[in-house]
C-alpha cells in the first residue's frame, strides 16, 4: 500500500518535531522515529485502521 500524508500534516509533523526538541534534547527525533515506525506498520497491515467514512468510494483513505 503507498503511504501519503497530506502537506499540513507534513508541516504539522516537523513543528511537532521541533517542539518536542526544545522540550528536551532528542525528544522531536524520538517523534520522528516513531512517527516513521507508525507508518510502516500502516504500509504493513492497512486493515489495522478503519476506512474513512467521507473519501470517495474508490479512493482507500484510512
Known amino acids: ?20 526538541s526544545q522540550q528536551q534534547r532528542g525528544l522531536g527525533r524520538e517523534f520522528q522515529q516513531e512517527l516513521k515506525r507508525s507508518l510502516k506498520m500502516l504500509r504493513a497491515n492497512p486493515g489495522r485502521l478503519p476506512l474513512l467514512e467521507t473519501a470517495p468510494r474508490n479512493i482507500e483513505v484510512r
Not at 3 to 19: F, G, T
Open 1 to 20: 500500500m503507498k503511504v501519503r500524508l497530506h502537506d499540513e500534516a507534513v508541516i504539522e509533523a516537523e513543528e511537532a518535531a521541533r517542539w518536542y
